[in-house]
C-alpha cells in the first residue's frame, strides 16, 4: 500500500475549479489511484479511479502523469455542497483501504 | 452502486454496557467487510478486517477482546464494543470492496456514532 501525501486544507469559492495534488512516489506497478469524499458524519464515498493519463466522470476529473507519482482531483465548478475531506489513496483492488489525513476543502460562497 | 447498511446509526449507552453494530451488504455477498473508527477531525483509522467464516484479523493495537467481530453470513458482520468506556465514543464505519480485480472501489455504510456516558 503505496504512502500517500496531500495538502491538509484548501479553501476555494463556489463556482472555482478546485485542483487537489497527491504525491504518492513509491506507487506500485498494479497500484491504481483512488479517491474518496467524505462529508461530516457519514462514510467515505467513492468518487474516481484510475491507472494512468486522464479519467472524467460525471463528478470529477482525475490527471495522472506518466510517472504516475502524483495525481491532480480536479473538481469543476465547486460548489458549497462539496464542502468536504478529500482521500486519496493508491492500491490494488481487493487490498485494505488504509487512510492517510485526507484533505479538507471549504467552499465558501 | 452497491449498498452497505449499518445500524443504528447513533447509540448512547452506559459505561460498562456493551453495544452490537451491525453492517449489512444490501445487494451483494460480501466475504471481506473492514471496520474503522474515526475520531473529531481525524482521518480513519482502520480497526480490523473481518472475514466470513473465519476470525476476524485485527490491527496492531486494536485489543480483539473488547472489539469483537463476528461475520456469520455473506451479508452481515457485527462489531460488539464490550464493557464501553467514555473513550471508545467515537463514529465506527464499516466498509466491503468491491468484487472487481483491478476495482479499488469500496462501499461504506452511513456509520454509528457512539456516544459512552
Known amino acids: 500500500l503505496a504512502k500517500t501525501t496531500q495538502p491538509i486544507s484548501m479553501d476555494s469559492y463556489e463556482g472555482q475549479e478546485v485542483n487537489i495534488t497527491c504525491s504518492h512516489n513509491n506507487i506500485a506497478t498494479n497500484d491504481y489511484i483512488t479517491w474518496y469524499q467524505q462529508f461530516p458524519s457519514q462514510g467515505p464515498r467513492f468518487i474516481i479511479q484510475?491507472?494512468?493519463t486522464k479519467v472524467t466522470n460525471e463528478v470529477a476529473s482525475l490527471f495522472i502523469p506518466a510517472d504516475r507519482k502524483s495525481s491532480t482531483l480536479s473538481l469543476p465548478r465547486v460548489s458549497l455542497s462539496d464542502t468536504a475531506v478529500y482521500y486519496c489513496l493508491a492500491l490494488t483492488g481487493f487490498q485494505k483501504l488504509v487512510f492517510g489525513t485526507g484533505t479538507r476543502l471549504l467552499v465558501s460562497p | 452502486g452497491a449498498v452497505v447498511s449499518q445500524h443504528p446509526s447513533w447509540v448512547i449507552c452506559k459505561s460498562g454496557t456493551s453495544v452490537k453494530i451491525e453492517c449489512r451488504s444490501l445487494?451483494?455477498?460480501?466475504?471481506?467487510m473492514f471496520w474503522y473508527r474515526q475520531f473529531p477531525k481525524q482521518s480513519l483509522m482502520l480497526m480490523a478486517t473481518s472475514n466470513e467464516g473465519s476470525k476476524a484479523t485485527y490491527e496492531q493495537g486494536v485489543e480483539k477482546d473488547k472489539f469483537l467481530i463476528n461475520h456469520a453470513s455473506l451479508t452481515l458482520s457485527t462489531l460488539t464494543v464490550t464493557s464501553a468506556h467514555p473513550e471508545d465514543s467515537s463514529f465506527y464505519i464499516c466498509?466491503?470492496?468491491?468484487?472487481?480485480?483491478?476495482?479499488?472501489?469500496?462501499?461504506f455504510g452511513q456509520g454509528t456514532r457512539l456516544t459512552v456516558v
Open positions: 466498509s466491503a470492496p468491491s468484487t472487481g480485480i483491478t476495482n479499488t472501489e469500496a462501499f
Open positions: 484510475g491507472y494512468k
Open positions: 445487494d451483494f455477498q460480501a466475504t471481506t
